[in-house]
DNA sequence: TGATGCGTTGCAATATCTGCAACGACCATT
DNA sequence: AATGGTCGTTGCAGATATTGCAACGCATCA
């Protein structure tokens, strides 16, 4: 809507695949070079970009920081903290704390395996949309039809042989995850990987994030991860209620 | 130098306050309300502002990911990670790694500890700039005049009896540091906790990050945790000699 | 049902942004 | 040491995108 900040803000995505030189904005742009360094220089003012010694421009500390209280403001997360503390004690595996918006489902919150063996991943990383259970609570949860333009706009990357493969798949998918009321992801992401997950759900019933347990094959074996289920969906409902008690109908994610 | 991109990115340090409605920011903003509408909608369209259910303004989800690819692309962090990791394993406790830019100093990466009593941080959190022992060593390698311009800005919040209290004091600290080539915070954020740290250096010699061990004082001992000084030295070193063999000057920070 | 508060839209005025061209700094090459 | 090339930077006049206004629609609430 506004020429001048859309043209500034995506430079952002452009210098989040790496440094860049200033013809190279312009460029990318489509715009010329003074306009390019008018941009940069008040995306710099701002700290959202940085400019390197050797001149070249790349993403800021404010960014970062900036992301980080986002994350900070979220009232699901730290309702929920104490909660995946505990079961990580219970347990000993990781859990994670996702919520979805707009086309992104990503992890905002997270207790590190106390195994050493552990997974990879990363609190504000977009998970894998397709394949991750808790990514198909959040999304089994949208109305039918925004489910499925959801899913038809969707790439289905193969991570392994398990991987949701289409659309058609995943909306089936979705449909079972969406009437048992929790979900799995047995290899799907990464061979050797297998994650349970429950829905958290506010006042007005709507799943507004999702956790999950992971743990890889050589720690546990996919069905003694599956008898964590109850206690995990027991977890993920004790925090529903303190969310829906806290908060009217309101806030966060949707 | 672009008012409009300058008003639209003044919004973002105000949500991340918390949620704000339409009127709010335009207020805030000192602009029409059909002004902010329209730079709101083109934050939105970027995702970097979200619109909750009720109406209101936040920070959005792809504020989060840009941040996070943001750092991934930090060179330093992807060097030093293993080598966190490993110290992590040898001493157990809380492994930090930070860089300064501009004004803040940041945390890009954390291996946590492996005792049940954890410090609290979070990447992304700027650190306690007059405080932390990486702060210090990233401040200390400034040139005479900025440090003390930058020591002259700041605010000396007293954490505790022992923080940093004034331009003065953090001057001659930062001083010590600078000779010793090592820091510490004993007790001068949070009283029972201590850090240890220790500087990464590019191949012009100059400070790129620094990192930290950090314990409390009910695990070890403040003696204790110095005695693990030299490890702590010996792996920063290993990751400077790996920084500065593999980037030619350039690069990171500052 | 009327009133208040909030978000939204179309429009005309003008302040703001754009692209150009020229400049200066720096580097590499000869 | 001089030359050519690359890249970032600046001032300017024209064009265009942005602004604030006022009116509207839509809720909620009395």
């Given at each position: 809507?506004?020429?001048?900040?859309?043209?500034a803000?995506?430079?952002?995505?452009?210098?989040?695949?790496?440094?860049?030189?200033?013809?190279?904005?312009?460029?990318?742009?489509?715009?010329?070079?003074?306009?390019?360094?008018?941009?940069?220089?008040?995306?710099?003012?701002h700290?959202?970009v940085?400019?390197?010694?050797?001149?070249?421009?790349?993403?800021?500390?404010?960014?970062i920081?900036?992301?980080?209280?986002?994350?900070?403001?979220?009232?699901?997360?730290?309702?929920?903290?104490?909660?995946?503390?505990?079961?990580?004690?219970?347990?000993?595996?990781?859990?994670?704390l996702?919520?979805?918006?707009?086309?992104?489902?990503?992890?905002?919150?997270?207790?590190?395996?106390?195994?050493?063996?552990?997974?990879?991943?990363?609190?504000?990383?977009?998970?894998?949309?397709?394949?991750?259970?808790?990514?198909?609570?959040?999304?089994?949860?949208?109305?039918?039809?925004?489910?499925?333009?959801?899913?038809?706009?969707?790439?289905?990357?193969?991570?392994?042989?398990?991987?949701?493969?289409?659309?058609?798949?995943?909306?089936?998918?979705?449909?079972?995850?969406?009437?048992?009321?929790w979900?799995?992801?047995?290899?799907?992401?990464?061979?050797?990987?297998?994650?349970?997950?429950?829905?958290?759900?506010?006042?007005?019933?709507?799943?507004?994030?999702?956790?999950?347990?992971?743990?890889p094959?050589?720690?546990?074996?996919?069905?003694?991860?599956?008898?964590?289920?109850?206690?995990?969906?027991?977890?993920?409902?004790?925090?529903?209620?303190?969310?829906s008690g806290?908060?009217?109908?309101?806030?966060?994610?949707?």
């Open positions: 809507m506004s020429q001048t900040v859309d043209r803000l995506s430079i952002l995505p452009l210098l989040a695949e790496g440094p860049a030189d200033l013809g190279g904005v312009a460029e990318r742009l489509g715009v010329h070079k003074s306009t390019a360094l008018r941009l940069l220089r008040t995306l710099h003012e700290g959202l940085y400019r390197q010694s050797d001149q070249r421009y790349r993403l800021g500390a404010r960014l920081s900036l992301a980080q209280e986002a994350m900070e403001n979220l009232d699901v997360r730290e309702i929920a903290h104490p909660h995946l503390v505990r079961l990580n004690e219970q347990v000993g595996h990781t859990v994670h996702a919520v979805h918006e707009e086309d992104e489902v990503l992890y905002i919150d997270k207790v590190e395996s106390r195994y050493p063996v552990r997974m990879y991943s990363r609190i504000g990383k977009p998970v894998a949309i397709t394949v991750a259970a808790v990514a198909k609570l959040l999304l089994a949860d949208l109305p039918e039809n925004e489910r499925r333009s959801v899913a038809e706009q969707l790439d289905y990357p193969m991570y392994t042989a398990r991987s949701t493969p289409n659309a058609d798949g995943f909306l089936k998918e979705l449909a079972k995850v969406r009437e048992q009321g979900a799995t992801d047995l290899g799907g992401h990464e061979e050797s990987i297998n994650c349970v997950a429950a829905p958290i759900r506010g006042a007005d019933g709507r799943v507004v994030a999702a956790m999950s347990v992971s743990a094959n050589v720690v546990v074996t996919a069905e003694e991860l599956l008898t964590l289920l109850p206690l995990v969906r027991r977890t993920a409902d004790a925090i529903s209620g303190e969310y806290r908060t009217p109908v309101k806030e966060v994610t949707a």
